[in-house]
């Protein structure tokens, strides 16, 4: 905590990145639904505001950053004094992302209420969509973190990661729903989504809360969270011991 009050310049920056896309992204489709007549694809322009306020949230509840840690840990050494701490460096990272939550999350929240009050979306939450949205945005945030920080494991083997980390971004931004609702996507998109994890740490989420979702199709979704994230669990596993053997601190 005493890292994001002492800097607040880089706390300033991440919170306008934090904030800034959900709000482009609500202006540009509420606009287009307006102009197609109030509706774009089922998706009145009610429904739109309400999902990216809700996009602004879910986001940051469950993002994580630490691909852009890596590389730097790795060139310069530094990972050899997280290895001597007591604690796993995924659980060091693991804390720090909640830590960073918590101090943000009011000028977060706040952001809302002002979309809200200047957008007035129509939601309407039922108990089962806020008792559903709780497993859903836990299992959410836990894949999100995972694979974010498996990705980034891939800096053990190469000096370069900020190819990984673009390619990764571009499809966290164009597969999750954080562009668009999956259902305004092209049909062969919404394909490839469905079989990936990134719509199931943001777009899925959204819906869930929304009510947009069938409580059975609730459970097949929960189920598809906590599959990719065993899977990406063993990947993490087997990636960090194999990166281990081949890391050798050079900067220190």
């Known amino acids: 905590m005493t890292r994001y009050l002492s800097y607040r310049t880089e706390l300033v920056i991440w919170l306008g990145s934090i904030i800034l896309r959900p709000i482009i992204f609500l202006a540009l489709w509420t606009a287009a639904a307006r ?26 509840l469950t993002f994580a950053w630490v691909m852009f840690m890596w590389e730097p840990r790795v060139k310069n050494g530094y990972l050899s004094y997280l290895l001597l701490r007591p604690s796993h460096v995924y659980h060091r990272d693991f804390s720090d992302n909640i830590t960073f ?9 706040l952001t809302a209420v002002v979309l809200y009050f200047t957008f007035h979306p129509q939601m309407h939450l039922h108990l089962w969509q806020v008792l559903a949205a709780i497993p859903v945005l836990i299992l959410a ?6 694979l974010s920080w498996t990705l980034a494991l891939g800096a053990f083997f190469t000096t370069q990661v900020d190819a990984l980390n673009v390619a990764f971004f571009f499809a966290l931004m164009l597969l999750s729903g954080q562009m668009a609702p ?10 490839v989504a469905m079989f990936l ?6 777009g899925f989420p959204i819906e869930v809360i ?4 069938a409580p059975a ?13 065993s899977i990406t669990l063993l990947t993490m596993w087997f990636v960090w011991r194999r990166g281990l053997k081949s890391y050798m601190a050079v900067g220190i």
């Open 35 to 60: 102009s197609m007549g109030g509706t774009l694809r089922g998706w009145t322009s009610s429904d739109l505001a309400s999902y990216f306020i809700l996009a602004l949230l879910v986001y940051h």
């Open 101 to 109: 939550k918590i101090a943000t999350f009011p000028v977060i929240f």
């Open 141 to 146: 945030w836990s894949l999100h973190f995972t």
């Open 182 to 191: 999956l259902s305004l996507l092209p049909s062969a998109l919404q394909t």
């Open 197 to 202: 994890p990134f719509y199931w740490f943001l």
């Open 210 to 213: 929304m009510g947009r979702i």
């Open 217 to 229: 199709q609730v459970m097949t979704g929960i189920g598809m969270q906590a599959m990719w994230l």
